[in-house]
């Protein structure tokens, strides 16, 4: 409005190059229109490995093989579906597709995993990719080396902590002072709770145990740092009575959905995580992938939130960005 008023005052020759920018402005305005800020809290960096390079089916254990200990271990995923996602299969390739999905989808990553990959993304995109140290057991670092670590700078949280692999509740003594460093620095701390896909106990990992990634098992680990800020990765499913029991009495606990929004079947994830919704927790859930060497899973699980129809449009962008802008205490505006 404001401009007509102005134009009508301008000379013709004027107004028309004043019409030009505007019309050019506005198409490149369309053009570059950025899509919402989204925050995945749960990436894996890992070095390209020739033995693993499957494709990979989303959703792929919404039919669990009935093998016996006698017959080949059950194959952690399958391929057998339309549309298969491709693995990236160089470090390169991977830093590429990393780069692309925070350029054009808008995504910012917490990022755990190998120390020299993570270094290299985050030069290439100092503000889209947030570092995390992860430790699980004793013998990985020494609580020196640990605190050492978060305090120069470069690591803003703490994660994954996956205790429940190494056969150890998150509330082992082993690991308290490593929380105790952490609640000291305000780090913020994920914790692997719940489910690792079919036959983890049976296939890579013997100490498993599916009772280690009870939600209760936090508390006695909660009571000790009170100022601590833990999120559960996935949501320690399939638990839901005791996620929204610990939740409910610890008011600073968040989730996220990694892992299991795109390998568990889909009514099953949807129905997860509205139980968490329905029981009131929208803004304590955050987005996470857990990807590891599929890109494509990217858009796959975005598309889980997009699409779930028990959702409004501002739970989506809590559980897509405003819940982990929140949570991490971030500046907002960065994003814009
Ligand atoms: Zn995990």
Request: proline content about 6%; some cysteine; overall charge negative.
């Amino acid at each position: 409005m404001k401009l007509t008023i102005i134009s009508k005052q301008l000379p013709f020759s004027l107004q028309l190059a004043l019409f030009l920018t505007l019309s050019i402005g506005t198409g490149q305005a369309q053009e570059t229109k950025k899509r919402l800020p989204i925050i995945d809290v749960h990436v894996h960096a890992m070095k390209a490995n020739p033995n693993f390079t499957s494709e990979m089916c989303p959703w792929f254990l919404k039919d669990m093989p009935g093998s016996g200990p006698n017959q080949e271990p059950p194959s952690f995923m399958n391929t057998d579906c339309v549309a298969p996602l491709k693995a990236a299969k160089t470090d390169a390739e991977m830093q590429e597709a990393i780069l692309r999905a925070n350029k054009e989808l808008n995504i910012t990553m917490v990022v755990s995993g190998d120390a020299g990959v993570i270094h290299k993304w985050h030069s290439a995109a100092p503000d889209k990719i947030i570092p995390s140290l992860g430790i699980s057991n004793s013998n990985q670092m020494t609580v020196e080396a640990f605190r050492d670590s978060l305090s120069n700078g470069f690591y803003k949280v703490m994660g994954e902590v996956a205790p429940q692999y190494q056969g150890m509740s998150p509330s082992d003594m082993s690991l308290d002072e490593y929380f105790g460093v952490a609640e000291e620095l305000g780090i913020p701390v994920g914790i692997h709770m719940g489910t690792g896909g079919n036959g983890m106990a049976n296939i890579t990992s013997p100490k498993y145990r599916a009772s280690l990634g009870q939600p209760f098992l936090l508390e006695d680990m909660l009571a000790r740092h009170p100022k601590l800020k833990i999120w559960v990765m996935h949501a320690g499913y399939p638990m839901a009575d005791q996620m929204i029991a610990l939740m409910g009495a610890n008011a600073y606990v968040y989730v996220d959905l990694a892992g299991f929004i795109w390998s568990y079947p889909l009514e099953e994830i949807h129905a997860y995580l509205k139980r968490l919704v329905q029981a009131g927790f929208a803004k304590r859930i955050l987005y996470g992938t857990d990807l590891m060497i599929w890109p494509g899973l990217l858009e796959t699980s975005i598309g889980v939130i997009q699409n779930a129809n028990y959702l409004s449009e501002e739970q989506k962008r809590d559980i897509l960005f405003n819940n982990a802008v929140r949570f991490f205490n971030l500046d907002a505006s960065k994003f814009e």
